[in-house]
Antibody, heavy 126, light 107 residues
Framework: QVQLRESGPGLVKPLETLSLTCTVSGGSISGGSHYWTWIRQPAGKGLEYIGRIYSSGRGSTNYNPSLKGRVTISLDTSKNQFSLRLSSVTAADTAVYYC????????????????WGQGNLVTVSS | DIQMTQSPSSLSAFVGDRVTITCRASQTITKYLNWYQQKPGEAPKLLIYAASSLQSGVPSRFSGSISGPDHTLTISSLQPEDSAIYYCQQSYSFPRTFGQGTRVEIK
């Protein structure tokens, strides 16, 4: 059973960089045609896609343009982890941050978030 | 970006009722639609992928379908543990987007 767990600071100062790590257990992060994704959810609000990274090869990435180039997602296969960096944060970045596996279904044609971490609340405040 | 609109925003129903939630995309997404259930303090849980495929381990009272431009999540017989917020999500294009959520309460 694949399990994901986020870790990182719960408080970040404005204009600094938010850094979170997701540790994957129960399977290799580089096994299979999966993507590894970050999603966030402000308190009482809906879900927002941040970006994803492919599990193997050069680890191709895709980011939400709404975050205006502030996002970097990276992969560390030796530690079975992937990470999120979000720079120049403001109060609007305060949210619960989830890591999730973007699983490949329908022979690779369909994708859905089939495994999730428990979430990591990050508050941006001085 | 593809906008996902869910209706209703909230509903209240009795145990045993049939419940339907609708999701409409701002452009065609064919079968590339997933449904999630989120309970308070928990991460979302995948219920349905590719519009109508039931995720392993999910009770069979949950089902998904497409009718024209609308995707529908149906709970055939509402149970107390189904009290949650339900989200649709398109996987047709980037950035991936979610509906605003439908809160389901038990009367």
């Amino acid at each position: 059973q694949v399990q994901l767990r986020e870790s990182g600071p719960g408080l970040v100062k404005p204009l600094e960089t938010l850094s979170l790590t997701c540790t994957v257990s129960g399977g290799s992060i580089s096994g299979g045609s999966h993507y590894w994704t970050w999603i966030r959810q402000p308190a009482g609000k809906g879900l927002e896609y941040i970006g994803r990274i492919y599990s193997s090869g050069r680890g191709s990435t895709n980011y939400n343009p709404s975050l205006k180039g502030r996002v970097t997602i990276s992969l560390d296969t030796s530690k079975n982890q992937f990470s999120l960096r979000l720079s120049s944060v403001t109060a609007a970045d305060t949210a619960v941050y989830y890591c999730a596996r973007d699983g490949s279904y329908c022979g690779g044609d369909c994708h859905s978030y089939d495994y999730w971490g428990q979430g990591n609340l990050v508050t941006v405040s001085s | 970006d593809i906008q996902m609109t869910q209706s209703p925003s909230s509903l209240s129903a009795f145990v045993g009722d049939r419940v339907t939630i609708t999701c409409r995309a701002s452009q065609t997404i064919t079968k590339y639609l997933n449904w999630y259930q989120q309970k308070p303090g928990e991460a979302p849980k995948l219920l349905i992928y590719a519009a109508s495929s039931l995720q392993s381990g999910v009770p069979s009272r949950f089902s998904g379908s497409i009718s024209g431009p609308d995707h529908t999540l149906t709970i055939s017989s509402l149970q107390p543990e189904d009290s949650a917020i339900y989200y649709c999500q398109q996987s047709y294009s980037f950035p991936r987007t979610f509906g605003q959520g439908t809160r389901v309460e038990i009367k």
